[in-house]
């Protein structure tokens, strides 16, 4: 779709082990600060971080 980012997310630890795996996005991520507000974006993170308000949040479910 016209929104769509097709890219390498970089998570800092992608595995299927839940023990190793790591989400979050690492700095040069092009998922960074390129999301979008939709009335369904949340306004904190899964880890209870804020997102930028105003400002464009990271896709996915961390802030960074």
Request: net charge neutral.
């Amino acid at each position: 779709g016209e929104h769509d980012l097709v890219a390498d997310p970089q998570f800092v630890s992608p595995s299927t082990d839940p023990a190793k795996a790591d989400y979050r996005l690492k700095p040069g991520s092009p998922a960074r600060q390129t999301g979008r507000w939709e009335s369904f974006t949340p306004l904190v993170d899964l880890a209870g971080t804020r997102r930028p308000s105003p400002g464009t949040p990271d896709r996915g479910v961390f802030q960074h």
